[in-house]
């Protein structure tokens, strides 16, 4: 490794031959003693006594250095330190003083690293103070009492030499009552990059610039045209507020010349957010949202920000790839997931910042990689994963590091961040000095790889992905001072992608069991893809039926993209509530469109239509639908004289349809029937609907009322057969020959109704035709279109 190599041939430290040295003397104290007698070998002892008190008390005063400017100093410039120091014992410090020190040059990367991590002052690793001018005294240090300091030195007084990384001390001197003898009783270290001169070969930094954000919108959208969405909570509006995480890196960024990588769900929440939005309470009611303002503003000046830089665009959602890879391959549809959370992102980040994103990228969290999770990364279209050199390590014992870009196989190049320069900003910088030390560090670190050699080479550095606002506003420190310094130049990811790699630099992807397992425990598990393709199978259900399918599978299937984030690591019940809420959702949505309960009908007579309701209580239309009635008993009860019958069902948004099915029994009793709908392809859609019909044949008591019937239209033929003899006898004995004319009638006057009492008078008598029988009443109610209400009688 590059860092093993920077130790050979390396020169013995001035604390190594001060410890020498100090050994040799103990070791020859008994043989002195004896010439030069026991007074002699006292003051030799005193020596390594004190050196021994004055190095166990320098953990006495805490010692912060809150500002060092410039972070890179050159010819002619005045170093200013600015910090504090607290007494943290419970006895005063008298006689007390800040100094600086500044030691031999570091030359190598590793060095950095050793200095960085020593604590407490160090006799011989830790220089002399750099004069009594330029210190800042105090006479008492009071117990628990933070004092400021200021120190302003010419650079030139520094004794600084040759090009490189020099450790700077800032230590406090003094002395207590239980030790009352000055010494260091506090010291800081930091970091000068020292580099007047412009380099002859500088290195090519890319710079990735994140803004990613938590999950905020879920599937829900209102039921207007606009589809109002909604919001989980209102967090997303104190990050776009001035002073906010995504508001600082917008404007601290603007200013950077970086590669902005970002999550284009971020873009459309915030996009969303400028117009009409709602934001769900505790209580899971929703309220009207109303920082559209805030968030206008936010995107105008990321518009700005990103206006001729380059921007690298994730795919929707940010995907956990490494879950994906570990846990989701083998759940089926999880890939196609991934490629569609890629197809979306173009035609949602350009008509919101109006500039083309490179989707040529993928990067695992903590750019952590094995051959599972770079198969993943390239399966939906990436070609360029972004590794980091802690995953990716180098094996090929170079003695400086190599540039980025790595051919890994398969047409896939890795681009490998540097891992010291891309986890500088990861500890907590609220503080001051804290962020101060870490920036110095950055620099160092840059300042040492540039003079590793005299070979140009391209450097990324991949920061973590959401900074807070502290981290965010200490990576804006370090990038600006080096953009200003003279051994780095900025270049972006496409090129630093496409830079020559390094002959000697390591090509290999490591193995599957070298993954971390502090990353491993954090993924999502198996559990959670599973859920996700129930979803998805519901959705691709669903929208079968749909007239509008957008209006549905638009937000959902975002929202299944944001069900395999990144930032749901470490907070796995938050995922679990999120996936859970998309699911229940899609659920609500489905039993829109249902069939209405029905309890037992009952069938009188051997045929009739059985009517079953489908709802819909959507806003837009449902097709593609089939309704099947099915008996479950065909001997006793068919259906279209079958035992089941289907037909096809299509209803407007709010409304309902009534679908009739005609019936026939065999026999009586109770057969159960099931109603199920259907998709066109064959899917179950939503709850069947059980009932019982109860068939009732043709009873005695309605033989009888029949029997009546015909008895009745008998009666009534005979009587019509015997009056239309008497007529037609009346007739002949009228018109018979020979017989002398009946002058009777005219005797007895007109004929009258009384004379046939037999015959039909009145208006309308009809005495040339036989009077019609009427249809025998049916026995069940007249057809209704009506839905089936509970224990209704069905229309034959």
């Known amino acids: 490794m590059a860092e093993a190599a920077e130790l050979l041939g390396t020169v013995p430290s001035p604390a190594r031959r001060w410890l020498r040295r100090t050994g040799a003397l ?20 005193a020596s390594a006594t004190a050196s021994a008190k004055e190095a166990s008390g320098s953990g006495t005063v805490a010692v912060s250095v809150d500002t060092l400017s410039p972070s890179v100093p050159s010819d002619g410039d005045t170093l200013t330190v600015t910090g504090t120091v607290t007494n943290r014992s419970k006895q005063a410090v008298t006689g007390a003083h ?85 010494q260091v009783l506090g010291i800081q270290r930091t970091f000068l990059p020292w580099q007047p ?3 002859d070969t500088r290195t090519k930094t890319t710079y990735l610039w ?95 920000a990103v206006a001729g830089k380059e921007v690298v665009a994730l795919p929707y959602g940010d995907p956990d790839l490494a879950s994906l890879a570990h846990n989701g391959t083998g759940v089926t549809g999880s890939l196609n997931q991934l490629k569609a959370a890629t197809d979306v992102v173009t035609n949602t980040v350009e008509p919101i910042l109006h500039v083309k994103p490179s989707t040529d990228f993928a990067w695992p969290v903590d750019g952590a990689v094995d051959p599972s999770i770079v198969k993943v990364a390239t399966s939906a279209g990436a070609d360029t994963v972004i590794a ?3 995953s990716l390590q180098e094996t090929g014992g170079l003695s400086y590091t190599p540039s980025a870009a790595r051919p890994v196989g398969g047409g896939t190049t890795a681009v490998v961040a540097d891992a010291r320069l891309s986890t500088a900003f990861q500890s907590d910088l609220t503080k001051t000095g804290a962020s101060t030390l870490a920036v110095q560090r950055f620099l160092a670190q840059s300042l040492a790889v540039d003079l590793q050699s005299d070979k140009q080479r391209s450097i990324v550095v991949a920061p973590q992905r959401m900074p807070s606002v502290s981290q965010a506003q200490a990576m804006a420190a370090a990038v600006s001072a080096l953009q200003d310094g003279t051994w780095s130049q900025s270049q972006e990811l496409t090129a630093a992608a496409k830079a020559k790699p390094d002959p000697g630099a390591t090509t290999r992807i490591p193995s599957g069991s070298s993954y971390p397992r502090s990353l491993r425990r954090q993924e999502l ?40 984030s990144t930032t749901w690591r470490s907070r796995p019940a938050d995922a679990t509530d999120y996936r859970q809420d998309v699911e229940n959702y899609l659920g609500d949505l489905t039993d829109q469109v249902k069939l209405i309960d029905k309890s037992e009908t009952k069938l009188s007579g051997r045929s009739a239509t059985i009517p079953v309701t489908v709802q819909n209580n959507l806003v837009q239309g449902v097709d593609h639908l089939v309704l099947r009635l099915t008996s479950t008993n065909p001997t006793r009860l068919k259906i279209d004289g079958k035992h089941y019958q289907e037909q096809p069902v299509a209803v407007s948004g709010g409304h309902s349809q009534s679908v009739k099915f005609t019936t026939s029994a065999n026999a009586n009793g109770q057969a159960t029937v099931i109603a199920q709908l ?42 019509m057969y015997t009056q239309r003899k008497r007529a037609a006898a009346r007739d ?53 279109t009506a839905p089936s209400g509970t224990g209704e009688r069905v229309d034959r």
Do not use: C
């Not at 020859?28 to 030799?44: C, K, R, T």
């Not at 450790?167 to 239980?178: K, R």
């Not at 998805?536 to 959902?556: A, E």
């Not at 006057?749 to 040339?768: I, K, M, Q, V, Y």
């Open 678 to 719: 259907y998709t066109e392809d064959g899917q179950a859609y939503g709850q069947a609907v059980t009932f019982d019909v109860k068939v009732t044949e043709i009873t005695a008591t309605v033989m009888l009322v029949i029997g009546g019937g015909v008895l009745l239209l008998v009666l009534a033929g005979f009587r």
């Open 388 to 390: 980091r050199s802690d």
């Open 525 to 564: 598990p198996k559990s959670a893809f599973e859920q996700i393709a129930v979803t998805q199978d519901g959705l691709d259900n669903f929208k079968i039926v749909l007239t509008n399918k957008s209006r549905v599978v638009t937000p959902f299937g975002r929202a299944v993209n944001r069900e395999m």
């Open 197 to 199: 001169d412009e380099a």
């Open 210 to 304: 994140p803004l990613i954000s938590t999950v905020h919108m879920t599937a829900e959208s209102g039921p207007g045209e606009q589809q109002t969405p909604v919001f989980l909570d209102d967090s997303l509006a104190e990050d776009l507020a001035p002073g906010g995480r995504l508001a600082e890196l917008v404007s601290l960024g603007k200013n950077l010349d970086v590669t902005w990588v970002l999550d284009p769900d971020l873009l459309a929440a915030v996009d969303a957010m400028a117009g009409t939005y709602k934001v769900r309470n505790s209580d899971g009611t929703t309220a009207a949202g109303t920082h559209q303002a805030v968030a206008k503003q936010w995107l105008a000046g990321l518009q700005q």
């Open 732 to 784: 002949t004995a009228a018109d018979g020959p020979g017989e002398p004319e009946d002058d009777s009638a005219d005797a007895h006057g007109p004929e009258t109704p009384e004379d046939h009492p037999d015959e039909e008078s009145g208006p309308g008598a009809r005495t040339d035709t036989p009077e019609q029988p009427s249809d025998p009443t049916p026995d069940t109610a007249p057809e209704s």
């Open 26 to 45: 103990l070791a020859g104290a008994p043989l002195l003693a004896g010439v030069l007698q026991l007074p002699a070998a006292l003051p030799a002892q």
């Open 98 to 182: 800040v100094g600086l020190r500044v030691g031999p040059a570091l030359t190598t990367r590793s060095a950095i690293d050793s200095a960085a991590g020593r604590s407490g002052y160090q006799p011989g690793a830790d220089a002399d103070e750099v004069g009594d001018k330029y210190t800042e005294k105090f006479a008492t240090l009071a117990p628990g009492v933070a004092e400021h300091f200021r120190i302003s030195v010419p650079v030139g007084k520094l004794g600084l030499d040759a090009d490189g990384v020099y450790q700077l001390g800032v230590s406090l001197s003094g002395q207590t009552s239980a030790q009352p003898w000055e």
